[in-house]
């Protein structure tokens, strides 16, 4: 059984008279430490997707089964432990706290589990060692991608999800980010997925997701990611 298998997952919303399908029997498997990237056009369900995976929406139909587990039948309070303990999230535009320092940030997520990582030695992990204490207004864009990066994986999460994460930063700086990311998957084993639009980053993962119309068009293993300073995008 594979770490992640999503099988059939369709969510509806309603709009006035209609109801859109935002995902439409959705299936796919991700096996545990891989980087995956989930692509498609704006609209096309990537969001609800990853937020479905997160547990912070839950689906009308189908199953989503991470490590056996399927969420979809978790009770709000399962629910609750599985977005603490399971789960790391990234934001296109960081979602950091505005009065707290990079290390306060970190710490503050840290706090709700057992068993965090030191904030000091993952911030030096994605070269902030020394913006310690300092503030997210203080910090460039992907410095303050790179606090949230930390404090995501802060926690040991078993699944990194981004949403975005480079649609804010510039060419250098996003590569920056990508390589952290995809140095979580390949040295800490977490699996990594990310959720975007620009379909020239598809060469770096081990497995491309893409979506059309609120459904897989396609899913693709590469064999041999490229590494993140061979692409151009
Ligand atoms: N909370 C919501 N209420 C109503 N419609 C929504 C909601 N969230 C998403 N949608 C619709 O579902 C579709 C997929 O949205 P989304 O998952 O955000 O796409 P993407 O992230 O790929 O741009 C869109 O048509 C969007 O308008
Ligand atoms: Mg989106």
């Known amino acids: 059984m594979a770490f992640i298998e999503v099988k059939k ?26 980087l995956v990237i989930i692509l498609g056009s704006s609209g096309a369900g990537k969001s609800t997707l990853l937020n479905i995976l997160g547990g912070m929406d839950t689906n009308d139909e189908g199953q989503v089964l991470i490590d056996g ?20 999230f990234v934001f296109q535009f960081y979602n950091l706290v505005a009065n ?39 910090l460039s864009g992907g410095e303050q991608q790179r606090v949230s990066i930390a404090r995501a994986v802060a926690k040991r999460p078993k699944i990194l999800l981004c949403d975005e994460p480079t649609g804010a930063l510039d060419y250098q700086t996003g590569k920056q980010v990508l390589q952290i990311l995809q140095n979580m998957a390949r040295k800490q084993g977490t699996t990594v997925i990310i959720v975007t639009h ?4 598809a060469p770096i993962a081990d497995r491309v997701i893409r979506l059309r ?19 151009e995008y």
Not at 115 to 125: R, S
């Open 69 to 88: 587990v399927d969420i979809a039948q978790l009770s709000s309070k399962e629910l609750t432990n599985y977005r603490r303990d399971d789960v790391g």
């Open 9 to 34: 997952s369709s969510k509806f919303y309603q709009m006035g008279d209609t109801v859109i399908a935002a995902n439409k029997e959705i299936s796919f498997e991700i096996e545990k430490g891989e």
């Open 100 to 138: 707290l320092t990079a290390k306060e940030n970190v710490e503050l997520a840290a706090e709700i589990v057992k068993d965090a990582m030191d904030a000091e030695a993952i911030l030096e992990q994605v070269g902030l060692g020394h913006r310690l204490h300092n503030f997210p207004a203080q």
């Open 198 to 201: 620009n379909s020239s980053l």
């Open 213 to 231: 119309d609120a459904q897989v068009y396609t899913v693709e293993c590469n064999s041999q990611p490229q590494s993140i300073s061979d692409i």
